[in-house]
């Protein structure tokens, strides 16, 4: 049996919550981590028709990339349009699971599914987080003592690195010190020099646990004053982030690039729509799935081409051109995420081969109508 907890633990390894931004809600909406899951359906939001084509496919787990409950609700009653939707799904037996921000920066997310629909060969992320914040803590402790100062060092939380545990660099050393009248040495007389074979320990923790690993090593060390130093590693760029930048086969024009990217993506009334010279070449393109208007500036430093996005509004498009910034091309939010759903199917479909999973067909591009002037 596949549980919806195991279904979970599959999809917040492919998207990590820790990779949301600090206003977002994602994770588990409304299920329980125990139910058996079977089928599960993708979908970028939970509108009424997903609901219902979930409901009536009998899917145990609903998947969708926009949170039904974003904003701070203090209701969610069967007579209002979200409660109505989560009284459904819980009636049904059908959990409710969102990866939004998160599968925005994950590597592989949201922006690479764009970017591997558009052709394009990614070379790295539009807007880089940093890795997380790491403190390196170096220790002289004597020898006979080590594992003991190490062990207290772990069980306070220090010594992780990724899937390890317990991790350390152990280097032979000679420490040496003097105690003065005032000190109560564990070793050594007053006044006198004392060398001591000792080890140099270097662990690495989460400042988060700074104050438990001192605390542990204060009270593990031999020492009346522990010999230790504490740095923070410097904050790198890492692969995951918002959008990404990637290369074309070739360069082509923008009038070409712009066809490519709508017959790329599901039509939509909204459509595709581009900014700048048609004949300008494009070869270096940046990409965010979802509104990505506040990159702008961003994609404008790195030079790039073109910039595939969502939801550009007029003034900022118009100032950005004539600052001399890349051709803009502008599709529907809807189907620029998309293809993300996809990519989520085969993260669990690649993990769980026992479940069923499909991505909706129905369209949440909220709009209906379109006219050409």
Same mark, same amino acid.
Do not use: K, N
């Given at each position: 049996m596949t549980t919806l907890g195991e279904l979970i633990g599959v999809l917040d390894a492919a998207y990590p919550p820790r990779l949301a931004e600090s206003w977002d809600s994602v994770g588990l909406?409304? $299920?329980?981590?125990?139910?058996?899951?079977? %089928?599960?359906?993708?979908?970028?939001?939970?509108? !009424? $028709?997903?609901?219902?084509? !979930?409901?009536?496919?009998?899917? +145990?787990?609903?998947?969708? =990339? &926009?949170?039904? @409950?974003?904003? $701070?609700v203090d209701t969610v009653a069967a007579d209002t349009p979200k409660g109505a939707l989560l009284h459904r799904l819980i009636r049904a037996g059908c959990a409710l699971f969102t990866a939004h921000t998160n599968a925005d920066s994950a590597d592989p997310g949201v922006s690479d599914a764009l970017a591997g629909a558009l052709g394009l060969t990614v070379t790295g992320p539009l807007d880089a987080k940093p890795e997380a914040p790491v403190d390196n803590w170096v220790v002289q402790v004597p020898s006979s003592h080590s594992d003991a100062v190490l062990a207290a060092m772990f069980a306070a939380g220090a010594g992780g690195s990724g899937d390890y545990r317990d991790c350390a660099l152990r280097v032979p050393a000679v420490g040496q010190f003097r105690p003065m009248a005032e000190a109560n040495p564990a070793i050594g007389s007053h006044g006198e020099l004392q060398r001591v074979d000792e080890e140099r320990l270097e662990v690495i923790a989460p400042?988060?646990?700074?104050?438990?690993?001192? $605390?542990?090593? %204060?009270? !593990? =060390?031999?020492?009346?004053?522990?010999?230790? =130093?504490?740095?923070?590693?410097? @904050? @790198?760029p890492a692969p995951v982030g918002i959008g990404r930048v990637g290369n074309l086969p070739e360069p082509e024009s923008l009038r070409t690039f712009t066809e490519r990217v709508a017959a790329a993506l599901p039509p939509t009334v909204w459509g595709v729509r581009a900014a700048g010279d048609p004949d300008r070449a494009v070869y270096t393109v940046a990409v965010c799935g979802g509104a990505g208007d506040s990159y702008l500036d961003t994609v404008a430093r790195l030079g790039v081409d073109a910039y595939v996005t969502a939801d550009l509004r007029h003034h900022p498009v118009d100032e950005r051109l004539r600052r001399g910034?890349?051709?803009?091309?502008?599709?529907? &939010?809807? !189907?620029?995420?998309?293809?993300?759903?996809? +990519?989520? +199917?085969?993260?669990?479909?690649n993990a769980m081969p026992e479940l069923e999973t499909r991505v909706s067909n129905v369209r949440t591009d909220p709009w209906t109508v379109g006219a050409k002037s």
């Open positions: 909406v409304c $299920g329980d981590p125990a139910e058996e899951v079977t %089928r599960v359906l993708f979908a970028v939001d939970a509108t !009424a $028709g997903v609901v219902d084509e !979930a409901v009536t496919w009998g899917a +145990q787990a609903l998947v969708v =990339h &926009h949170p039904l @409950l974003l904003r $701070g400042p988060s646990v700074r104050a438990a690993v001192l $605390g542990a090593l %204060r009270a !593990a =060390h031999p020492y009346e004053s522990p010999a230790y =130093h504490i740095s923070e590693r410097a @904050l @790198l910034g890349p051709a803009l091309v502008d599709a529907a &939010h809807w !189907a620029t995420e998309f293809p993300w759903c996809a +990519q989520a +199917q085969s993260v669990v479909g």
